[in-house]
């Protein structure tokens, strides 16, 4: 059973930044895709970053530039660093991978963008 454990989340000013990690139980490698998805209050959720098992990134248009993906050495922990941080940011961010015909989700951390 693969695990995902989210943290980094918080409560940062406009402008701001944050790193949300994910641990997984699994090298991310071999995973299909890790990708971080977010859920602003009464939207629907919605892809911000993903990352193939090749290692090719692709990014939300409203998040281009501003987040970025990257993995820790030993490729058990997917980050996904937020600057230049704005209030449309602000949601739960959650952690999915997607292996085999299985997809597993973390239970998510808050980011909150306020002054």
């Known amino acids: 059973q693969v695990q995902l454990v989210e943290s980094g989340g918080g409560l940062v000013q406009p402008g701001g930044s944050l790193r949300l990690s994910c641990a997984t139980s699994?090298?991310?490698?071999?995973?299909?895709?890790m990708s971080w998805y977010r859920q602003a209050p009464g939207q629907q959720r919605e892809l911000v970053a993903s990352m193939t098992g090749g290692g090719t990134t692709i990014y939300a248009s409203s998040v281009r530039g501003r987040f970025a993906l990257s993995t820790d050495g030993a490729e058990n922990t997917l980050y996904l660093d937020l600057n230049t941080l704005k209030p449309d940011d602000t949601a739960i961010y959650y952690c999915k991978a997607r292996d085999s015909g299985m997809e597993y989700w973390g239970q998510g951390t808050q980011v909150t963008v306020s002054s």
């Open positions: 699994k090298k991310i490698f071999t995973f299909i895709s």
